[in-house]
């Protein structure tokens, strides 16, 4: 049986300083679980599709409300993790022009995201 399949890459560890600096210049996205660096795959066309519905239908919901979702691209720092995520949607609330998250929101959705993942 052949395998097609690019062999894992393993970076050194970092601090989450020097990730963040290391992460800017790179091509593509990566996220930081307690100085271990995971590259992120694409998504293919049916997981953008899902999405793009969940956004949009969440979208209508949070209309008149001070929350707003955002997509993959929003890098989430959870610091009681000392780990950052690209998590496919993110909604924050928007109060006084400066965006908020509830940690322990966000870590109990991330435990359902990464099931089987030890933080």
Request: aromatic residues 10%; proline residues 5%; charged residues 25%.
């Given at each position: 049986?052949e395998v097609?399949?690019?062999?894992?890459?393993?970076y050194p560890?970092?601090?989450?300083l020097?990730f963040?600096?290391w992460?800017?210049?790179?091509?593509y996205k990566?996220?930081?679980?307690?100085?271990e660096?995971i590259?992120?795959?694409?998504?293919?066309?049916?997981?953008n599709?899902?999405?793009s519905n969940?956004?949009?239908?969440?979208?209508n919901?949070?209309q008149?409300k001070?929350?707003?979702?955002?997509p993959?691209d929003?890098?989430?720092?959870v610091?009681?993790?000392?780990?950052?995520?690209?998590p496919d949607a993110?909604i924050?609330?928007?109060?006084h022009?400066?965006?908020?998250?509830d940690?322990i929101?966000?870590e109990?959705r991330l435990?359902e995201?990464y099931d089987?993942?030890?933080?």
């Amino acid at each position: 049986m052949e395998v097609n399949e690019a062999a894992p890459k393993y970076y050194p560890r970092m601090s989450p300083l020097e990730f963040l600096q290391w992460e800017r210049g790179q091509e593509y996205k990566h996220e930081y679980v307690k100085g271990e660096i995971i590259s992120m795959a694409g998504a293919s066309v049916n997981h953008n599709k899902i999405l793009s519905n969940i956004i949009g239908r969440t979208w209508n919901h949070l209309q008149g409300k001070q929350c707003n979702i955002y997509p993959s691209d929003l890098r989430i720092a959870v610091k009681s993790k000392n780990s950052f995520f690209y998590p496919d949607a993110t909604i924050l609330m928007s109060s006084h022009d400066k965006l908020s998250i509830d940690p322990i929101q966000l870590e109990i959705r991330l435990e359902e995201i990464y099931d089987g993942v030890k933080f």
